[in-house]
């Protein structure tokens, strides 16, 4: 089975798996074709995490999240007018050095069966020219079309002749066919060396950007151990650091396995108080305390502990809801026996990424989540490469205290630093029953919303015995400390729960847009699979 956002990328997962290829052999080949096809997420100039669960070995996570220049500093973003806050967001200093490629091509040597050039030929294919369908089209809008109308390089792709692609037409991408020629036949060198990094270094010094030859040869990806919480007598897997998504929904969950959340009404104001204080506490820790484990000591064993949730839990009252500005990061409370928590100042990622779910006929699986940050990345396309460009750089602390384009509001740990990876919320996931039977494999984009989806359909699961697809297509809710507010997707709440939510001290309010496309996997006792895309999108899931 192959769950991903677009169908062409799902079909190229699904005709590896007939080829015998393993599920990192299709998720390999699904995120190279997604490059094509989903350019405002899929890339190979962005970066992401990887868990691989092999059966009877173990479940490996795979981090290659970008790194910030040599060149990078700390106040580089620094100033009060238009152009140094857009800076960030948009143009060549916000761009970070890629990872994607290296580490897909890392999973592969690590875990893959089929030649690496079988799984990229697709997406040449695929560069070479597709057909136009709607979800591409919904892609461009309005404010997405102006800023890629800023970068000429950007704009003879995405709009040629100057106007939006034509439903049913075909879509043609020579220059980054040629681009995938090169991995396809040198690997990751086809990418962070030689013409492909030749033509990305000229491009970042036509715009003022920082990135050099050195941080692209230079660049490793990292295995790292997943983030491993107990749960309802399951056991979840997410990624670590530099991803903030494990730890911050085992945080969360060890907060609300104190309360017996299977006897409340699912989704009644006494069910949402306790999802919205359990995140509150929970991102209020990710927001101060993580960063790259490389250059921070991350207190990553009481974050995640039982103990501290049951800590943090016990500043909970059933019927009041508490005020973010008195909610501090809890590690120093904790380990030195204080009652509660104190206020600190507040510690702000995009909407522009993509999650692929693959099992495979051993029962193998990926869970892989790649991204650009915002849509299209920073609008930078490296002449002659056809790579569009990621724009990660905003997913430091860029100024403190302020939040980022996704309000989100960090910590000093997340400054930015040369060679630093920046903080993420990305979080593929895995569960397993009680006899580490693999049950479910997802995830999704949506900037910080990423944590709070993932949280919410495996509580869904695990706490109140919804199905997959009626978890995935639940109404969403999301909270992440600052600001102080519940968000809400709209019609999501009964209005009698939103006054009772109301009446507890929250403020809700309802969230026009919702960038969540999970694609997830559900794994049977006797080995079936039930593919589940969101419906918000319409991604597209197939099994063999």
């Given at each position: 089975m192959v769950a991903s956002t677009d169908r062409y990328a799902t079909q190229v997962g699904v005709e590896v798996l007939e080829a015998g290829g393993s599920a990192v052999d299709a998720a390999v080949a699904v995120a190279f074709a997604l490059a094509v096809v989903n350019p405002e997420a899929g890339n190979i100039g962005g970066s992401g995490f990887l868990l691989?669960?092999?059966?009877?070995?173990?479940t490996f996570a795979l981090d290659f999240r970008g790194r910030a220049p040599m060149a990078a500093t700390l106040d580089m973003f620094a100033g009060e007018d238009a152009a140094a806050r857009r800076a960030s967001e948009i143009g060549h200093l916000a761009v970070a050095v890629?990872?994607?490629?290296?580490?897909?091509?890392?999973?592969?040597?690590?875990?893959?069966?089929?030649?690496?050039?079988?799984?990229?030929?697709?997406?040449?294919?695929?560069?070479?020219?597709?057909?136009?369908?709607?979800?591409?089209?919904?892609?461009?809008?309005?404010?997405?079309?102006?800023?890629?109308?800023?970068?000429?390089?950007?704009?003879?792709?995405?709009l040629p002749n100057g106007a939006?692609?034509?439903?049913?037409?075909?879509?043609?991408?020579?220059?980054?066919?040629?681009?995938?020629?090169?991995?396809?036949?040198?690997?990751?060198?086809?990418?962070?060396?030689?013409?492909?990094?030749?033509?990305?270094?000229?491009?970042?010094?036509?715009?003022?950007?920082?990135?050099?030859?050195?941080?692209?040869?230079?660049?490793?990806?990292?295995?790292?151990?997943?983030?491993?919480?107990?749960?309802?007598?399951?056991?979840?897997?997410s990624a670590p650091p530099a991803s903030s998504g494990g730890v911050t929904i085992a945080a969360a969950a060890n907060i609300l396995s104190m309360?017996?959340?299977?006897?409340?009404?699912?989704?009644?104001?006494?069910?949402?108080?306790?999802?919205?204080?359990?995140?509150?506490?929970?991102?209020a820790d990710r927001n101060h305390y993580l960063a790259d484990p490389d250059w921070v000591d991350l207190p990553l064993e009481v974050l995640t502990s039982p103990e501290y949730g049951a800590w943090r839990a016990r500043s909970i009252h059933a019927g009041a809801a508490s005020r973010s500005a008195d909610i501090g990061p809890g590690v120093e409370a904790f380990l030195s026996g204080v009652a509660t928590a104190p206020a600190i100042g507040a510690s702000r990622e995009g909407q522009h990424t993509t999650h692929i779910s693959v099992v495979d006929r051993h029962g193998g699986a990926v869970a892989l989540t790649t991204t650009?940050?915002?849509?299209?990345?920073?609008?930078?396309?490296?002449?002659?490469?056809?790579?569009?460009?990621?724009?990660?750089?905003?997913?430091?602390?860029?100024?403190?205290?302020?939040?980022?384009?996704?309000?989100?509001?960090?910590?000093?740990?997340?400054?930015?630093?040369?060679?630093?990876?920046?903080?993420?919320?990305?979080?593929?996931?895995?569960?397993?029953?009680?006899?580490?039977?693999?049950?479910?494999?997802?995830?999704?984009?949506?900037?910080?919303?990423?944590?709070?989806?993932?949280?919410?359909?495996?509580?869904?699961?695990?706490?109140?015995?919804?199905?997959?697809t009626d978890a995935v297509a639940a109404p969403r809710l999301h909270h992440q400390h600052l600001p102080d507010a519940l968000q809400v997707e709209p019609g999501g709440l009964p209005a009698d729960v939103v006054s009772e939510l109301e009446a507890m001290g929250h403020t809700v309010r309802e969230r026009p847009e919702w960038s969540g496309d999970v694609q997830a996997i559900a794994v049977a006792g006797d080995g079936g699979l039930q593919g589940v895309p969101d419906p918000r999108r319409g991604g597209v899931a197939i099994g063999l």
């Open positions: 691989a669960h092999v059966p009877g070995e173990d890629p990872g994607s490629v290296r580490g897909l091509w890392d999973a592969h040597a690590r875990f893959g069966t089929l030649p690496w050039s079988r799984l990229v030929e697709p997406a040449v294919t695929l560069a070479e020219g597709f057909v136009v369908d709607g979800r591409l089209l919904r892609s461009y809008e309005p404010h997405i079309v102006t800023a890629l109308r800023s970068f000429a390089a950007c704009s003879s792709i995405f939006l692609p034509l439903e049913g037409g075909t879509f043609r991408q020579p220059d980054l066919a040629r681009t995938l020629e090169r991995i396809r036949d040198r690997g990751a060198d086809g990418f962070y060396t030689g013409e492909t990094a030749d033509l990305l270094v000229a491009e970042m010094r036509r715009g003022g950007g920082i990135l050099t030859h050195e941080d692209l040869a230079s660049y490793t990806s990292a295995w790292r151990d997943p983030v491993r919480f107990g749960y309802r007598e399951n056991t979840v897997l309360s017996r959340l299977g006897d409340l009404p699912w989704h009644g104001a006494a069910h949402v108080h306790r999802l919205v204080e359990a995140w509150r506490r929970a991102f650009l940050n915002t849509w299209y990345g920073s609008k930078v396309v490296a002449e002659g490469t056809g790579v569009l460009l990621n724009n990660e750089m905003d997913d430091f602390t860029v100024r403190p205290g302020e939040p980022n384009f996704f309000g989100l509001v960090q910590g000093d740990a997340n400054a930015i630093a040369p060679g630093k990876r920046m903080l993420s919320a990305m979080t593929p996931t895995l569960v397993l029953d009680g006899h580490g039977r693999l049950t479910h494999v997802l995830g999704t984009p949506g900037g910080a919303t990423i944590i709070t989806t993932t949280s919410q359909i495996v509580s869904s699961l695990l706490d109140h015995g919804l199905t997959l």
